[in-house]
């Protein structure tokens, strides 16, 4: 089997040097100036010292730009990190310093001081005034690390994933096995590019040879405006962005032929709603670890196989085990996944991936189960896990923000249902001394992101454990009768 290719990008801009890559905004960009852009921030990177080898972490918001920083690291064999737009600063050196990050691109809009003093800061805007200097452009190795996407989990640091080139190639021949590739097919990215949802579309658009229309936001009137305008066939949601999607538009844009929606199963309505008004959506089960999807469900299926997401893609594996034995049709285990889009490991976290790994495959610490079919039934997405809005909230990393505060003596956190962003997270906590809710939230503004602060803090005098004095998450929501602060 072939580890290298030659790079995605240069060799696209050979084979269909006009065909239209990306579109943002008003500027619209050939996949020849696409490569000419990227080559020449690139060799801007290089006058700037950074080299094959090197980690760069990325931190902007979706723009043209951002995705010639991409493709820029790429064309000099540097690995590219993507740090979250709506994290803290203090999250953000955490990853920086874990990542052993050399340099940090960014743009005006973020405070390049908070960094400086850990690594070297680079601006976008102003790189593109320097003069450049000639590069060798480096093939892609496909064991290789191309992109490193932190996510948190139960012990409430967060991990870097290593997807390399291999991971990506893989995920996008994949997805198109299932969904398909006509020479119409344009994909509208409004979710951030530091998601693999987002980012995974560039990776799509290059193997394709097809066009990515890049939104900065999701906008409901911008989106449907744009589908309209640029005749886009292909879209990525999540629950929120479909919801608000369905609620401005009696009948589905006619250029769309998938909408792939990411972020748990849909509820009932929402999918009777989406029949009704012709959208085609398609469920699917993915994460970081997995590049994206690993398991989709078409619309044909979407009703009689309510709340399913779907069977494994092509290449991909899946099967349900508990306590070591595989499960049969319809019992309750942990999902385990396996292909060639799995994550080569977390970074620099052993002790991570010996638990996580097993005989190849990835222990996805969810809960499901197959039925008769083989169509996967996600029960419960990584037990504690809250997702709201599409971002991934996980308990343990908003826990330990809160037991760091002088006045808290035990901290728990859990999702409670909310009408706009799915869930969202509260708190129950057990205090030294007395203090408000508006101190928490200031306090846990400066180490978090905003959509982990917990919405409401109840004071309990103890929280529910077992025998083990493990916290029992899931018997919180009963403590809301508590006093709230």
Same mark, same amino acid.
């Given at each position: 089997m072939l580890t290298e290719q030659p790079n995605w990008l240069m060799q696209r801009a050979q084979l269909t040097p006009e065909r239209i890559a990306l579109i943002y905004g008003n500027q619209t960009v050939t996949f020849a100036e696409l490569f000419a852009a990227s080559k020449r921030m690139?060799?801007?990177? @290089?006058?700037?010292?950074?080299? #094959?080898?090197? &980690?760069?972490?990325? !931190?902007? $918001?979706?723009?043209?730009?951002?995705?010639?920083?991409?493709?820029?690291?790429?064309?000099?064999?540097?690995? @590219?990190?993507?740090?979250?737009? #709506?994290?803290? &600063?203090?999250?953000? !050196?955490? $990853?920086?310093?874990?990542?052993?990050?050399?340099?940090?691109?960014?743009?005006?809009?973020?405070?390049?001081?908070?960094?400086?003093?850990i690594v070297q800061t680079i601006d976008v805007d102003e790189l593109m005034k320097g003069a450049a200097v000639e590069i060798e452009i480096q093939a892609m190795q496909l064991d290789q690390t191309a992109t490193l996407m932190y996510t948190s989990g139960t012990t409430g640091k967060p991990k870097g994933v290593q997807q390399t080139f291999g991971n990506h190639y893989s995920s996008a021949v994949s997805s198109a096995l299932n969904l398909g590739i006509t020479e119409q097919d344009r994909w509208l990215i409004a979710l951030p590019l530091f998601h693999i949802s987002g980012l995974s579309a560039l990776f799509k658009s290059v193997i394709y040879g097809m066009t990515v229309v890049l939104h900065q936001r999701f906008s409901?009137?911008?989106?449907?405006?744009?589908?309209?305008?640029?005749?886009?066939?292909?879209?990525?949601?999540?629950?929120?962005?479909?919801?608000?999607?369905?609620?401005?538009?009696?009948?589905?844009?006619?250029?769309?032929?998938?909408?792939?929606?990411?972020?748990?199963?849909?509820?009932?309505?929402?999918?009777?709603?989406?029949?009704e008004k012709g959208f085609p959506v398609f469920q699917s089960y993915g994460m970081t670890e997995t590049c994206s999807q690993i398991v989709t469900l078409s619309p044909e299926f979407s009703m009689k196989k309510l709340g399913s997401a779907g069977k494994p893609l092509f290449s991909c594996e899946i099967k349900?085990?508990?306590?070591?034995?595989?499960?049969?049709?319809?019992?309750?285990?942990?999902?385990m996944v396996k292909g060639p889009n799995v994550m080569k490991s977390y970074f620099n976290r052993e002790s991570a991936n010996e638990s996580s790994f097993q005989n190849g495959w990835l222990k996805t610490g969810d809960l499901g189960y197959l039925d008769s079919e083989g169509f996967l039934y996600v029960l419960d997405r990584r037990s504690d896990l809250i997702i709201s809005g599409g971002e991934n909230i996980y308990p343990a990393e908003v826990e330990s923000v809160l037991l760091s505060h002088p006045a808290v003596a035990e901290a728990g956190v859990s999702g409670a249902e909310d009408k706009k962003w799915g869930k969202v997270p509260h708190a129950f906590l057990v205090l030294h001394?007395?203090?408000?809710?508006?101190?928490?939230?200031?306090?846990?503004?400066?180490?978090?992101?905003?959509?982990?602060?917990?919405?409401?803090?109840?004071?309990?005098?103890?929280l529910p454990r077992n025998a083990s004095n493990k916290l029992l998450r899931n018997q919180l929501k009963d403590a809301r009768k508590g006093e709230l602060l």
């Open positions: 690139a060799a801007q990177f @290089a006058a700037h010292s950074v080299r #094959k080898g090197d &980690t760069a972490a990325i !931190l902007l $918001q979706n723009r043209a730009e951002m995705v010639y920083a991409i493709h820029a690291c790429f064309l000099l064999g540097v690995k @590219a990190v993507l740090l979250n737009t #709506k994290l803290s &600063t203090h999250e953000r !050196l955490f $990853q920086l310093e874990d990542s052993r990050a050399r340099v940090l691109v960014t743009d005006s809009s973020f405070d390049k001081h908070h960094y400086e003093h409901v009137s911008d989106v449907l405006d744009s589908i309209n305008r640029h005749q886009v066939t292909m879209l990525s949601a999540v629950q929120t962005m479909l919801a608000s999607l369905l609620a401005e538009t009696s009948r589905c844009p006619e250029s769309i032929r998938c909408i792939l929606l990411g972020g748990g199963p849909a509820p009932l309505p929402l999918l009777e709603e989406c029949r349900i085990e508990r306590d070591g034995q595989a499960c049969k049709p319809f019992e309750h285990g942990e999902i001394k007395p203090v408000s809710a508006e101190d928490l939230t200031a306090y846990c503004k400066e180490r978090l992101a905003k959509y982990k602060i917990p919405v409401k803090f109840f004071r309990l005098d103890r």
